[in-house]
């Protein structure tokens, strides 16, 4: 696993990273229930503290993801396209099938290798674990994963009859992909961007409609639907526009002749609709480019995405304490509020994401894009896939041979987060070298090294 420079992209490694680490975090209290430890006074006297934002925060590091897909597809795939001279559409069979190779040896390898985990293990409890719904969903629903139908099959009760619940995401993932080429095949063409981008806002509208319809949280089905989770992929794919008509506009004004030169001075009209123009191309860069208004855009990124997680946090703890502690008389917010907020989180997180992408990919962002474009982000970047498979079977194997119930508090959601992250992250660097690095070789020496 070598760590070559990727370019002005480079810096969403580290975010991919922290992202799975912070989804682990999340699944903490999905895979470890408190309740079954702690009184019920000392769990809402735990999660009623400031520091479990970041757990129940964890919803937006799968928003997170979705955002980088449709980001780096739009970034990265017009490039290809480019490169092939008019037969973009006879290599659609081609992406498809390797974006399929490239995600489903490993689902498999994780669905139906792990199942020897049910034999290694002890414990008092975890012949539960050994008995329970988990292999039985997998042995009858594997299918609906194998053909990434698994976000919305079994319909209606996805979530409850799934196979491996959490797997959700890649269904809605490569549905996400399969529209993506031709979208952008269309974009290409600058008289049809328009319709592109109309296209794009149309989609990411619906899914603020559905958002506040459906008013979706991790302990529903409508959680997964893709029509929920559709907004902040093309978000991701819008930004990726945006950026290719700033660089396109920061290109053609650095060919420009110095001012005061012979040529600047000859009134060539071209030179004057450069130099003179006040498109929103030359608006953003400009504010970007000034430390004022780089700044102001960055308060406001801030302030978008810290509400996200704190009115997330003060919405989801509500919902877990009414529907796994009832006891305690909390009271879920209101539909009007929920449905408001579902709104509001679709749009501010995509803008608040498209803001810092463009800032890094500009060359700006100090500090923070240089921590986050470290060249050590790279190879655990290329393991997040295999972490985000195994790390819920590992709390799940962890867990059930506990001999005491797990108690609810930081030193021990430290524990458990902290020894899950680094077995997973060790599990998937196994299965990279089991599974992904022989498939990928394998492509390469079938396509001739053109994949």
């Known amino acids: 696993i070598n760590a070559e420079y990727m370019g002005p992209t480079n810096a969403l490694n580290g975010v991919r990273f922290l992202s799975i680490m912070w989804i682990v975090l999340g699944h903490f209290p999905v895979y470890i229930k408190p309740a079954l430890g702690n009184g019920l006074n000392e769990i809402k006297s735990s999660i009623d503290k400031p520091q479990w934002i970041f757990m129940f925060g964890a919803f937006y590091a799968v928003d997170t993801f979705f955002f980088m897909g449709g980001f780096l597809q739009g970034h990265l795939m017009p490039k290809h396209f480019a490169k ?62 194998l053909l990434f139908l698994n976000a919305v ?19 809605n993932d490569m549905w996400f992909f399969i529209i993506t080429p031709p979208i952008l095949l269309v974009y290409m063409h600058a008289d049809k961007q328009r319709y592109v981008n109309a296209l794009i806002a149309a989609l990411i509208i619906v899914g603020i409609g559905m958002n506040v319809n459906d008013r979706p949280n991790p302990l529903a ?19 990726a526009f945006v950026l290719k008509r700033l660089e396109d506009h920061r290109r053609r004004v650095q060919a420009l002749p110095p001012v005061g030169s012979a040529s600047a001075t000859e009134g060539s009209p071209l030179i004057a609709s450069f130099t003179d123009m006040e498109c929103w191309e030359r608006k953003v860069l400009t504010a970007f480019d000034h430390r004022r208004g780089r700044y102001f855009i960055y308060l406001i990124a801030a302030a978008l995405l810290g509400c996200c997680v704190v009115l997330n946090w003060w919405r989801l703890y509500r919902e877990w304490q009414w529907d796994y502690v009832p006891q305690l008389g909390v009271k879920r917010w209101p539909e009007t509020a929920t449905a408001i907020y579902c709104g509001y989180y679709v749009i ?55 001999r005491a119930y797990p108690q609810w508090y930081v030193q021990s ?24 690095k022989p498939v990928a070789n394998l492509i390469t020496t079938l396509t001739g090294g053109k994949s």
């Open 348 to 402: 501010g997180w995509g803008i608040g994401l498209g803001i810092l992408t463009l800032s890094w990919a500009l060359g700006h962002g100090g500090m923070l894009r240089r921590a986050l474009e470290a060249r050590f982000w790279t190879p655990l970047a290329r393991l997040t896939f295999g972490v985000y498979l195994i790390h819920p079977t590992i709390y799940m194997w962890m867990s059930w041979q506990n």
């Open 153 to 171: 099959l079994p319909w209606p009760n996805t979530a409850e009859q799934a196979c491996y619940g959490h797997m959700w995401y890649l269904g």
């Open 84 to 145: 092939m001279k008019g037969k973009v559409v006879n290599a659609f069979p081609m992406i498809y099938a390797l974006r399929y190779l490239r995600i489903a040896p490993l689902m498999l390898f994780v669905i139906f290798g792990t199942r020897i985990l049910r034999f290694i293990g002890g414990g008092p409890v975890f012949f539960h674990w050994q008995e329970s719904e988990t292999w039985g969903q997998c042995a009858k629903n594997w299918w609906t994963n």
């Open 221 to 239: 089905d409508s959680y997964e639907r893709p029509w929920n989770r559709m907004p902040p992929y093309f978000w991701g794919l819008l930004t």
């Open 413 to 436: 959601v430290v524990y458990w987060v902290a020894g899950t992250a680094i077995l997973a992250v060790l599990f998937s660097f196994v299965m990279h070298l089991l599974v992904e």
